[in-house]
């Protein structure tokens, strides 16, 4: 039996070694302990925006996407699941809770999809970082479209496939829409 067929079957697995997969919680969980020491220590000394260019916090961002990307991989290798775990999702404001199983879409909203391929060619550059940048650059797409005249029913930044809003039957049903 392969890797393929025994990890990503369809078959529960049975017994794990979650070992593995707590070493690289740990790790992560260290260095995210380290980036709020060297952040406070950073922001007590600069302004806000330098301190999110000051070379301590860049190089300790980078780790922390090397070890997200390596608990991915620890995750999926053993148990072949596909975690979503750099996602960043607000609560709604005003403590309103969103259900977003019970959300209805009006029947005319549509889905509309822009896919990028990316890689990580710079030297400051990680993968990990590209889903922040989408998820800024879809808040300023859907305020355009507002200002435009559209309503923007729900809008998702998410990795590996198009995200899904629930009444879309292309969708996966997993985006993380706001």
Do not use: C
């Amino acid at each position: 039996m392969s890797h393929e067929d025994a990890t990503h079957g369809p078959a529960p697995m049975g017994a794990v070694d979650p070992e593995p997969m707590h070493r690289a919680v740990d790790a992560l969980a260290s260095t995210l302990h380290e980036y709020v020491k060297a952040a406070v220590g950073v922001r007590a000394e600069f302004g806000a925006s330098e301190a999110d260019e000051d070379p301590r916090i860049l190089a300790l961002e980078d780790r922390i996407g090397r070890l997200n990307a390596s608990l991915f991989d620890t995750l999926h290798d053993a148990l072949g699941m596909h975690p979503d775990l750099t996602s960043s999702v607000w609560e709604p404001e005003g403590g309103e809770a969103v259900d977003l199983d019970d959300h209805t879409h009006p029947t005319d909203a549509e889905a509309f999809y822009l896919g990028f391929l990316v890689t990580a060619s710079g030297a400051d550059a990680t993968i990990d970082g590209v889903i922040d940048l989408l998820d800024a650059a879809g808040e300023g797409v859907a305020e355009q479209l507002h200002e435009g005249g559209y309503d923007v029913v729900e809008w998702a930044a998410s990795r590996g496939e198009a995200p899904g809003f629930g009444n879309d039957p292309l969708g996966d049903e997993e985006g993380h829409g706001r």
